[in-house]
Structure formats: C-alpha cells, structure tokens
C-alpha cells in the first residue's frame, strides 16, 4: 500500500507552526509497512487544496489529510474532499450531538459555526473523537481512500491510534515489531558506520536518530506473521547491543531519568544531588517521574563558594588550590550530598554554562560531575560547549550525564 500525507493550514507554510502531525504519521506508518513516498503542505486555499489532493490520489492508494476540519470558515478539507469523491455533505444529527455533548461536559458555551463539523459527506466512515469536537473521516471510492484528521496533534494522535492504526495493519497483510533503542555518549555518524551494514538491509529497517546528545536506533521488522517479525526484530536488536552494547540505556519510550528511577528502585537504592551549574535540574527531571520518591531524598543547589562550604562541606583549601571549577570540588560535594542525605549515591555537578566566565583552561561548556558510593567514586571532566551551544543546552547536557552515570554506576559494579 502506498500512502501520501497532506498537512493542511496556511500557518504551516509560514512558519508560525511546525509540523509534527506530518513526522508522527510518517514513522505510524513505517511501522505499520505502509510507503509513504510524498508528504505536501497546502494552504487554506479551495483551488490549491483540489490540486494538490487531486494530485496525491493520482499517484497513492491513500491519502491521509490533517488539518482543516475546525468550525471556522478556512476549515475546507471536508468541503473538498467530498467534492473529489462526489459525495455530497449532508447534517449528521448524531455527531451534532457529540460536539453538544463536548461543550456541556467542559460547562463551557457552544458557538453556533461549532455545527460545521457535522458536516459530513455522505458514504463516508465518521471515525468518533473523544478528545475534541471535529470527528475524523474515511472516505473511499474506486479503490482510493481518504482519512480526514483533526490538526490539532492530541485529537489526531489518539483517532489514528485507536480508530485507524489496527485497521490499516490488517488492511497492509503485513505484520510488524518494531524497537527503540536509546544510546548514550556516541554520536550519529559513529553510530552510523559501525551499524552501515545492518542499515542497508530492507528488512529489518535500521534508522537512528540524533537528539539532545543521544541517538535513538529505531528497528522494524516485517512478516507474514507477528511471530516472524519479532524474530526479525530481535535478532537485529541484538547485533546492535553486540555493537554498540556500553553506550546503551534503555528502550522504548524512555528517558535516562525514567531508566535511574526504575534501576534504584528495583535495587531498593536512594541518590542525592548536589548542583551548581545544572541549577536543580537532575532532581527536576527525576521528580518528573512517577516513584521518584522512592530515590531522591534531597536535592541542593549550592551556587555560590560560601553554600558549597556551609552546606556541603567543600574545604576551603579545595577552593583555593583546584577552584570551583574542579574534579575535586566536585568530589566533595559529592561526598557532602551524600552524607547529609544518607543515599546510597552522592551526585556532584559543577561548572561553566556561559555564556561568559569561561577561561583557556576551562572554557564555557566545561562541565565537572563526581559521583560517591560507599565502595566507588568517580569524577569526570566534560566538554558540552560549542560554539552555537546555548546555555541551557549545555545545561541540558550536563545533567543527562549526570543521569547516564548513576543509572551505570552500580551496574558497573555488578
């Protein structure tokens, strides 16, 4: 099956809003086996929208549209569409009610034009949405086939998934598996040569994808059966971990902080965090995550020479021999969390974020992370600055390090 996606909204091609509809779609449909060989952006336009659409059912067994089925007047593709299929829009009196049903639960007016999206042509599928007002819709015809979703990016996430997903997986005759893998400390390119072979197979596919200082190695295979392509999947996924196995943190959809609270759970094992330069930033990523109780006790920003010393015990003498800027300040404050805690691991995070206060020596991005345990320390000196890198990404960094650390702490131990 070959599929074509259609973004509408003038505010895409703008600028003013950026298209995620597009890549959630393409990526639902890899995994699914479908081809996507176009994607178009058009504009709230009548005449450019009958072109383009025109010209994806030419060319696609099916054309999914997202976009443009609001209650307002540049809202067409509904108008449109069922202009191409020569099905004429007529009131559904039962998704009238659904948009009704939506206002009064929320207690909130209903604006009359809200009743355009009951506008639905005739023959065509209503696929129900339960998180908004503007339904979806299956349109076929002489073996073409359109699915009109919403634009807005929760309500056209949750009807692909639970009103469109299983069925065009049937519809494919092929089964899929598919995996995330998340690695850590290598870049795109590296990962790109050491995996070269694997990625110019057709089956299973293998993509990474670079992103805030980690790649992801998406893997997805193809069968006749379900239990064929897990195979497939899982032998791939383990020439890659033979590979790339010490830069590895997790799969799925994961995180480094959801991989450290999970790992010290399971191991009945706390941390405390002691940071400068990341300003709070590891325990707020932990403390996003649900449990995170259970690990992280405590959590100090300690800024300034004075509250290093005071609250942390840094020394004096480390302060004036190695700086603030140092392994062995971070050390100790790694060692001072700790104690005062009572945690099972004692983080310790200082540096330069810029974007001023960086020297020869250490220049802006030079980031100092110490860990402490009771049978291990580690101290570490990293370079997280470019010349395009922005503070809070260095920041960002930092702390993902940090995070990469502890969760490799102990299981380098074991």
């Known amino acids: 099956m070959i599929c074509e996606i259609v973004s509408v909204g003038t505010e895409l091609l703008l600028g003013d809003v950026t298209d995620t509809n597009a890549s959630f779609l393409s990526r639902a449909l890899r995994e699914l086996g479908i081809c996507v060989y176009h994607r178009q952006t058009c504009g709230d336009n009548p005449a450019r929208m009958r072109e383009q659409l025109s010209l994806a059912l030419s060319r696609s067994d099916l054309v999914i ?8 007047r540049d809202d067409i593709t509904r108008d449109v569409a069922a202009e191409l299929f020569s099905m004429p829009l007529v009131h559904n009196e039962e998704v009238a009610e659904q948009i ?14 809200n009743l355009r999206q009951a506008q639905v042509p005739v023959g065509a599928e209503i696929l ?33 998934n639970h009103r469109v997903k299983e069925r ?27 995996l070269g072979d694997l990625m110019a197979r057709e089956n299973p596919t293998v993509a990474p994808y670079a992103g805030n200082g980690e790649v992801e190695v998406h893997v997805t295979a193809f069968g006749e059966s379900a239990e064929t392509a897990e195979r497939f999947c899982r032998e791939t996924e383990k020439s890659i ?47 996003r995550v649900s449990g995170a109780s259970e690990v992280i006790g405590l959590g100090v920003v300690s800024y300034s020479e004075e509250m290093k010393k005071k609250i942390l015990g840094v020394s004096a003498d480390t302060l004036a021999n190695g700086g603030v800027y140092s392994k062995a300040c971070a050390m100790e404050m790694a060692r001072g969390i700790r104690s005062l805690a009572g945690s099972d691991l004692g983080i310790g995070i200082t ?31 990293f370079l997280f600055g470019h010349v395009k890198s922005s503070r809070e990404e260095i ?14 702490h102990f299981s380098d131990e074991e």
């Open 168 to 194: 065009l997986a049937s519809e494919s005759g092929v089964r899929f598996a598919n995996r995330i893998l998340h690695f850590y400390g290598i870049s795109e390119s590296a990962v790109d040569e050491v």
């Open 395 to 408: 920041r960002f960094r930092a702390a993902t390090q940090a995070l990469i650390l502890a969760l490799r």
């Open 351 to 381: 540096g330069i974020a810029g974007p001023s206060g960086g020297t020869k020596e250490d220049p802006v991005g030079t980031v100092y992370i110490a860990l402490a345990s009771e049978k291990k320390e580690e101290e570490y000196r």
């Open 100 to 113: 009704r049903g939506y206002f009064v639960r929320r207690g909130i007016p209903m604006k009359e034009n």
């Open 241 to 287: 971990l033979d590979r790339l196995g010490e830069y590895y943190y997790g799969n799925g959809d994961t995180s480094p902080e959801q991989e450290v609270v999970k790992a010290f759970s399971e191991r009945g094992l706390t941390l405390a965090a002691a940071e400068s330069c990341t300003g709070g930033l590891v325990a707020q990523r932990l403390t």
């Open 65 to 72: 549209v997202s976009g443009g089925l609001g209650p307002t």
């Open 128 to 160: 129900q949405n339960e998180w908004g007002t503007a339904p979806g819709l299956w349109l076929r015809r002489e073996g073409k086939g359109m699915i009109l979703l919403p634009g807005v990016p929760s309500e056209m996430k949750a009807i692909f």
